[in-house]
Every structure is written in C-alpha cells, then in structure tokens.
C-alpha cells in the first residue's frame, strides 16, 4: 500500500472534486473516530473503503502534527 496521499489523483479523478473538498468535509467531522470519518465518506458519498480511508489517514495524520 502506498501513502495516503498517493490515492489523491485517483480519489480527483473518480469522484470529480479536489483533495482540498474532501479534507474540508472531513475538518467538519470533528471528534468523530477515524473509521466513523471512513463510513461517512463511504455511506453519504459513495466514496470506497480504500479511498475513503486514505483521505481520513491523511487528515488525522495532518492535524495530529498541527497539534505537535
């Protein structure tokens, strides 16, 4: 498995928005648990599980040194 943000070109190009619009939903899922972020995206999206959750990693992993 690659990085989270080697799914990015992907994630643009199959569900037609930029990384930027994914990870601004997600800043608004504050205090949700990574995988409650994951079935948010999959259930109210239509996003996969494998894409779903490589934006979550990456947006956890980037507050997390934001907060470091």
Not at 1 to 10: A, L
Not at 59 to 66: D, I, Q, R, S
Request: aromatic content about 6%; proline content about 4%.
């Amino acid at each position: 498995m690659g990085t989270p943000s080697s799914y990015f070109p992907s994630i643009e190009a199959k569900y037609g928005q930029p990384v930027a619009h994914w990870l601004k939903l997600l800043q608004g899922m504050k205090g949700l648990k990574h995988m409650d972020m994951v079935a948010a995206l999959k259930n109210d999206h239509g996003m996969g599980h494998g894409h779903a959750n490589a934006l979550v990693a990456h947006h956890m992993a980037e507050n997390k040194a934001v907060k470091a």
